[in-house]
């Protein structure tokens, strides 16, 4: 049997009801030019998932359930799961999302096309519980690429300018939940320090590893992946904090702050680390990490956290003022400018719903009530996107 082009692996923990809605949208795919591999690192003996998978009539003729018997870290998971994959491409697909119908027939038009080292995509959709979308979605036209160097989507990353526009987690480049990369890319990483996917957010740590090992990237401006579920993983951990197995990851080169941007930080300093790329680390906007951080001190208190936002306000403007030397003068101005941009008042005003235990009820009632957009008419399962030409876009100076 020949080598498949895809390797679609799906690690999964704890969550039968997204993993088999995120199993079905792969299964649904009218490419079949796959192998699919499950690691239920669930920590419950219930065979429901495998059962209800093996009764699938369109399985892949390449398919293997793998049981861990939940011991594993996230990054050991797909790490040991990765390496069965025998595809030419892998996919690694989290099991809190939907693919979109029409998405492996377009990457493999992509990949026919161009070759590439590694295709990566948005992922700003979300959908409804009956399947429909709930953000807009394009339906005609061309599906737009753009080929962009590794090394300027690294620079971009450490630069760090998502604060201004809320995008601090999803700006472009390789996260392993966004992505299909060429084996022989990934060879170069484990070639180089032995694992793609290492500690603690193997999403950062096996991107900035395909950034330093791949030359060009091709950047799909368009969605894939389709969230499902209201809360991530990220998201729980920012807004009721980290867990004590984690606070060691929390400290980021003198600087303490209950905030998951600080772990991937550390991830990311440890990986460049780990590649003798220490260079890279010196090329950080810390200043700006510092303003990416007041982001998310600004998520915790929208969503009414119930840690103490104010103390770690306190420890970003100190570290800014004790390292004023190195970081750029006008910094303390632009935190205390970007502070303000959350209201003072409608903080109080959450703080207040808080202290009543009425705010999740506002939250979960303003979440029922948030209607589809006119796009929503369409499912993701449509192959909306085997339909559309794709464009492609050369970088100014890429190559």
Not at 217 to 225: A, G, K, R
Request: hydrophobic content about 40%; glycine content about 6%; some cysteine.
């Amino acid at each position: 049997m020949s080598e498949p082009l895809f390797s679609v692996v799906v690690p999964t923990r704890n969550r039968p009801a997204t993993a088999r809605q995120a199993l079905d949208s792969v299964l649904r795919q009218n490419c079949r030019d796959f192998e699919l591999i499950v690691s239920d690192n669930s920590t419950t003996a219930s065979t429901e998932l495998e059962e209800w998978l093996r009764a699938r009539p369109d399985l892949p003729a390449r398919f293997e359930y793998i049981r861990t018997g939940g011991g594993l870290e996230m990054d050991a998971n797909w790490e040991a799961a990765s390496l069965r994959a025998r595809g030419r491409y892998l996919m690694m697909f989290p099991d809190r999302w939907v693919m979109r119908g029409g998405s492996l027939a377009l990457l493999a038009s992509i990949i026919a096309q161009q070759d590439p080292e590694c295709v990566i995509w948005d992922s700003r959709l979300s959908i409804q519980e009956d399947g429909r979308f709930r953000s807009e979605v394009e339906s005609a036209g061309p599906v737009r690429c753009e080929i962009r160097r590794s090394e300027d989507l690294l620079e971009n990353l450490l630069a760090f300018r998502g604060y201004k526009d809320k995008t601090v987690y999803t700006q472009p480049f390789p996260r392993g939940l966004n992505c299909v990369t060429r084996q022989d890319a990934i060879d170069a990483v484990r070639s180089r320090v032995g694992t793609l996917f290492a500690p603690n957010a193997c999403d950062y740590t096996s991107g900035v590893s395909l950034l330093l090992h791949t030359r060009r990237i091709t950047h799909v401006l368009d969605s894939l992946y389709v969230a499902i579920g209201k809360e991530s993983n990220g998201e729980r951990l920012t807004i009721h904090g980290i867990p004590p197995s984690l606070k060691h990851a929390t400290r980021w080169r003198g600087l303490e702050v209950d905030a998951v941007l600080l772990t991937v930080m550390n991830d990311i300093d440890a990986t460049l680390e780990r590649h003798g790329e220490q260079q890279w680390s010196e090329r950080m906007d810390v200043g700006n990490v510092l303003l990416s951080l007041l982001s998310e001190i600004h998520t915790k208190e929208w969503h009414g956290s119930p840690l103490d936002t104010v103390e770690m306000r306190e420890r970003i403007f100190s570290y800014a003022t004790l390292h004023r030397d190195t970081l750029r003068p006008s910094l303390a101005a632009e935190l205390a400018a970007y502070d303000l941009q959350f209201a003072p008042g409608l903080r109080q005003g959450r703080k207040l719903l808080q202290k009543l235990k009425l705010f999740y009820k506002v939250y979960a009632l303003k979440h029922a009530m948030a209607p589809g957009r006119p796009s929503a008419r369409h499912t993701y399962c449509d192959d909306l996107l085997s339909t559309r030409s794709v464009v492609v876009a050369q970088q100014a100076g890429s190559y």
